[in-house]
């Protein structure tokens, strides 16, 4: 069983394309990422990206694309994962 029951994709998404967002953790590499070995660093916490695409996951989560441009990777990753940055 899930630990997660809420269906996110029941709600609009919460960021927009383009938008302005930080990393609220570190990412590592899982072995999806191509180009990096397992376990490097995708993002750093406090890295800064744009939104560049809105997915979904297992028909539940949104996933957002950002593109972390200072890294030159787009990583995917769920809301609770990142934080709007005001200008």
């Not at 938008?19 to 990096?36: C, E, H, I, M, Y």
Request: net charge negative; charged share 30%; proline share 3%.
């Amino acid at each position: 069983m899930r630990k997660e029951t809420e269906i996110e994709i029941d709600t609009p998404p919460e960021l927009e394309y383009g938008q302005k967002v930080r990393s609220l953790k570190n990412v590592r590499n899982d072995g999806t990422f191509p180009g990096a070995e397992i376990g490097d660093f995708l993002v750093q916490k406090g890295d800064v990206g744009y939104v560049n695409s809105i997915g979904t996951f297992l028909q539940q989560f949104y996933i957002y694309g950002v593109d972390f441009f200072e890294r030159g990777r787009v990583v995917g990753m769920r809301m609770k994962e990142l934080e709007v940055v005001e200008d």
